[in-house]
């Protein structure tokens, strides 16, 4: 089959011909109706996740038909049209068996942990625990973002952020995960604030429901937050992934408010100054969010299906193989709003 494979980090990626994948007894084989391209990807490929060892095929949020099934397989059938969890969890260990599968301390994730889905097909270890039963009107498009960023997005604003009609939200960072946010937010009726440092994202956002929009490079924002609403935000979200991201968004929360951890924190070894006098007394949360368990899927796709939002609005072009391999080489997933599809067939 053809896929987009890096021999090393930072090395050109190609599109090859690899063994097609073999199904393990406890996963499935999916062939690839679409996959996104996000930041995420990137971060691997440069080198910023020790779990992945090359040579490597990226790609890890991604929709499509099942077209095998392993032996210790009973929830699943080929034909069915699936995505799957950011987070592989194992069902056994005991964050698992807490409820957190997210957590899960014996992880694997599709396209860090072993190869992704910049290919024909993938194969998904630990199906029972982590694929996602797609509805067969939902497009492949909207299917592949819910496997990460949107889902990631969802679970930010509605689990952690716990976000009520008229709160208002900060987003800092409006590509894919951000303006997925921002579009969740605006849908359950809080008051959306975008930050990023460009144009081009902020109008997308506006588009989406943001009441503000911020220039990062043009204003101070914590002091612009705090001014717009009367004393800081009630959730503030880093959808990006910086130090100056993370703690801007610490730093616009109100009394009682909630930052949430969404972007990968690569600079500076993950290390952010968090103003801990701060936390204490005007007690704050801050809350890391990986992803989104399997099992919480179904209200999601709930909300989606009843017309709440769409996120198919988010999509801004369809690639094949070897445009998304230039693309991910260039970084161009980080400068783009919206989201880049890829199409691995046809």
């Known amino acids: 089959m053809h896929a987009v494979v890096y021999s090393a980090f930072q090395a050109r990626p190609e599109v090859v011909d690899v063994?097609?994948?073999?199904?393990?007894?406890?996963?499935?084989?999916v062939a690839v109706e679409?996959?996104?391209?996000?930041?995420?990807?990137?971060?691997?490929?440069?080198?910023?996740?020790?779990?992945?060892?090359?040579?490597?095929?990226?790609?890890?949020?991604?929709?499509?038909?099942?077209?095998?099934?392993?032996?210790?397989?009973?929830?699943?059938?080929?034909?069915?049209?699936v995505t799957t969890a950011f987070v592989g969890s194992?069902?056994?260990?005991?964050?698992?068996?807490?409820?957190?599968?997210?957590?899960?301390?014996?992880q694997v994730q599709v396209g860090f942990h072993r190869w992704g889905s910049f290919a024909e097909r993938v194969a998904v270890p630990r199906a029972e625990h982590n694929v996602v039963r797609l509805p067969d009107d939902m497009s492949a498009d909207v299917g592949a973002l819910l496997g990460c960023r949107f889902g990631t997005a969802y679970r930010a604003v509605v689990q952690h952020g716990r976000i009520e009609p008229g709160d208002w939200?900060?987003?800092?960072?409006?590509?894919?995960?951000?303006?997925?946010?921002?579009?969740?937010?605006?849908?359950?009726?809080?008051?959306?604030?975008?930050?990023?440092?460009?144009?081009?994202?902020?109008?997308?956002?506006?588009?989406?429901?943001?009441?503000?929009?911020?220039?990062?490079?043009?204003?101070?924002?914590?002091a612009a937050?705090?001014?717009?609403?009367?004393?800081?935000?009630?959730v503030s979200i880093d959808a990006f992934g910086g130090p100056a991201t993370a703690e801007a968004s610490i730093g616009c929360l109100g009394k009682r408010g909630r930052h949430v951890q969404v972007g990968l924190l690569a600079e500076n070894g993950g290390r952010v100054t968090v103003p801990m006098a701060s936390v204490l007394s005007d007690e704050l949360e801050l809350f890391g969010?990986?992803?989104?368990?399997?099992?919480?899927?179904?209200?999601?796709?709930?909300?989606?299906?009843?017309?709440?939002?769409?996120?198919?609005?988010?999509?801004?072009?369809?690639?094949?193989?070897?445009?998304?391999?230039a693309l991910l080489a260039d970084g161009d997933s980080t400068k783009r709003p919206g989201a880049t599809i890829v199409v691995p067939r046809g």
């Open 169 to 222: 939200l900060v987003v800092h960072g409006c590509g894919g995960v951000g303006l997925s946010a921002v579009m969740i937010a605006a849908a359950r009726g809080a008051r959306v604030i975008a930050v990023d440092v460009a144009r081009d994202p902020l109008d997308r956002a506006a588009q989406f429901g943001a009441e503000v929009q911020l220039r990062a490079d043009a204003v101070d924002v914590r």
């Open 90 to 106: 194992c069902g056994v260990c005991a964050s698992c068996r807490r409820g957190e599968p997210q957590v899960c301390d014996d």
């Open 34 to 81: 679409a996959t996104g391209l996000c930041r995420s990807d990137w971060h691997g490929w440069m080198g910023h996740d020790p779990d992945i060892v090359v040579p490597h095929v990226p790609g890890h949020e991604f929709a499509g038909q099942v077209i095998a099934i392993g032996a210790d397989i009973r929830s699943w059938q080929v034909g069915d049209r």
């Open 225 to 234: 937050v705090r001014d717009l609403t009367g004393g800081g935000a009630r």
């Open 289 to 325: 969010s990986h992803g989104m368990p399997a099992r919480d899927y179904p209200q999601m796709i709930a909300e989606i299906r009843s017309g709440a939002f769409d996120p198919g609005r988010l999509v801004e072009r369809h690639v094949g193989l070897a445009e998304a391999a």
């Open 19 to 29: 063994r097609e994948p073999d199904c393990p007894d406890d996963g499935v084989v």
